[in-house]
């Protein structure tokens, strides 16, 4: 098992400018989350899915759109990127609706927006 | 709101200096306290879940316990690979995911 695999490993951007963020889990996992990581701050939600074709909205949503077509798959799409966006990113998965409730965290995708 | 406060921000022990780490916590309706190491540059590694409160659980050099109000990290005897970000998480039963805090830098110095 890979896990959780996140890509890219790091990004720069500029302003405006558009960008996806791939996760992907072989767990076979419902649930899949993203997070955002900020100096002095926990990590914070963002987007989450408790399976393909359900998703919702997390603490801090604004700039960021999600989808999931596949149990595996859970991009989380930039739309107009901006320096308030620079950040590390992690996407998260776990079971739902079973007794096994652990979430595991991919690697993370460092963001550098100019 | 779900909240959790972890304490200290930072410690610096000695290689073989046992301490603990503090996460206090709110939530209606606790189904899990979660703990997590992070190394830097990588992704939260799970520690432990605790579910109900008199809860134990051991790992190596590490003893997680859970009361109704908080939860501490036990290090025993630490050595310098110990040394990390240790993450505290609560999940109140809710599809909005965990509540984490801000973490413990932990420094083992030899």
């Known amino acids: 098992n890979a896990g959780v695999t996140q890509t890219p490993k790091f990004q720069v951007l500029k302003t405006g400018q558009s960008m996806t963020l791939q996760c992907a889990q072989d767990?076979?996992?419902?649930?899949m989350s993203w997070y955002r990581q900020d100096p002095g701050m926990g990590l914070r939600l963002i987007h989450y899915s408790v399976g393909a074709g359900i998703t919702d909205q997390g603490e801090v949503p604004n700039g960021y759109n999600v989808s999931r077509s596949t149990t595996e798959d859970f991009p989380l799409r930039l739309l107009s990127a901006a320096p308030s966006q620079t950040s590390v990113y992690f996407c998260?998965?776990?079971?739902?609706?079973?007794?096994?409730?652990?979430?595991?965290f991919g690697p993370g995708t460092r963001l550098l927006v100019l | 709101e779900d909240q959790v406060t972890q304490s200290p921000e930072a410690l610096r022990l000695q290689e073989g200096e046992s301490s603990s780490l503090n996460c206090s916590y709110t939530v209606s309706g606790l189904r899990g306290l979660f703990w997590y190491r992070q190394d830097p540059g990588k992704g939260p590694e799970f520690l432990f879940t605790?579910?109900?409160a008199g809860e134990e659980k051991e790992k190596e050099r590490l003893k997680a316990t859970l009361t109704k109000k908080e939860s501490f990290l036990h290090i025993t005897a630490p050595k310098p690979e110990d040394s990390a970000t240790y993450l505290c998480a609560v999940w109140g039963g809710g599809a909005d995911g965990l509540t984490f805090g801000k973490g413990t830098h932990l420094i083992i110095q030899p």
């Open positions: 767990m076979n996992h419902e649930y």
């Open positions: 998260a998965s776990r079971a739902w609706g079973r007794t096994e409730e652990t979430q595991y």
């Open positions: 605790l579910y109900s």
